[in-house]
């Protein structure tokens, strides 16, 4: 698909994490790191057995997996129809994966719904991150709770590397970085059997206070904050991530 055939959309995420090149570019994952996060987060959540847990924003469900692997009841939902068709091949009695939009709240109500890995913020109206939160606390059963892990934007604006070339499966992907009107961006280009592609991943560089003022519109409770997959503490300049337990 050349760029020129790539659908022009607001919603810059559905068409590049459509393409396998998004998934080519971030194979090397840590991933042994993200199921470190995820037994630190359950245990931490001390969630029953078999409890029903939402992967919102879910990929190709690799964490899904893990989490139902820990013998809970998991739904993955992500906005992608490809990563939903390749995640379903691994579906079970108690893993499922739905294509839903994160602004609308679900059909059933889960007893954890985790947002993993900077899955916020993508929307180009600013209103839509409200009603996400929104949705997200309308899905929690009574005693449920939510987690959202972001980035640190303090951390990320300070460390920026403005330019790079990361080469893989012999794809140089040419990535230029910047921070510009409350917004972080990643600019991609590649060329690919004789076609260039050109894609930008756009993330609303939100702060804690950010995330607290919305949540404080939601009528949601911040319960805890985190600093990193380990679970320490949050560090305004040197915390890795900003992960948030609310309810």
């Known amino acids: 698909m050349s760029e020129s055939q790539i659908p022009k959309s607001e919603s810059w995420f559905a068409s590049w994490f459509d393409t396998p090149y998004y998934h080519i570019l971030y194979k090397d994952r840590d991933y042994a790191e993200a199921q470190l996060f995820m037994d630190n987060i359950t245990n931490y959540l001390n969630l029953p057995e078999e409890a029903k847990i939402l992967d919102l924003a879910c990929g190709k469900g690799r964490h899904s997996i893990y989490l139902n692997q820990l013998g809970f009841d998991v739904t993955g939902a992500d906005l992608s129809e490809n990563s939903i068709a390749e995640a379903k091949k691994s579906e079970n009695e108690k893993l499922h994966f739905v294509v839903h939009d994160m602004r609308k709240p679900c059909n059933e109500q889960f007893d954890a719904i985790l947002n993993l890995f900077t899955s916020f913020g993508y929307f180009e109206n600013d209103a839509d991150n409200l009603t996400t939160l929104k949705a997200i606390q309308e899905s929690l059963t009574e005693y449920g709770f939510a987690v959202i892990d972001f980035m640190n934007v303090h951390q990320v604006i300070n460390n920026l590397v403005p330019e790079e070339v990361k080469t893989v499966d012999g794809i140089d992907f040419k990535i230029k970085r910047f921070h510009i009107d409350g917004y972080i961006y990643k600019e991609i280009d590649f060329e690919d059997k004789g076609q260039k592609f ?12 950010d995330f607290e003022n919305l949540m404080e519109q939601a009528g949601i409770y911040l319960l805890d904050t985190f600093g990193d997959y380990k679970l320490k503490k949050f560090h305004k300049n040197e915390s890795e991530r900003l992960i948030m337990v609310f309810k």
């Open 198 to 209: 050109h894609f930008t991943e756009k993330v609303r560089a939100l702060t804690l206070e």
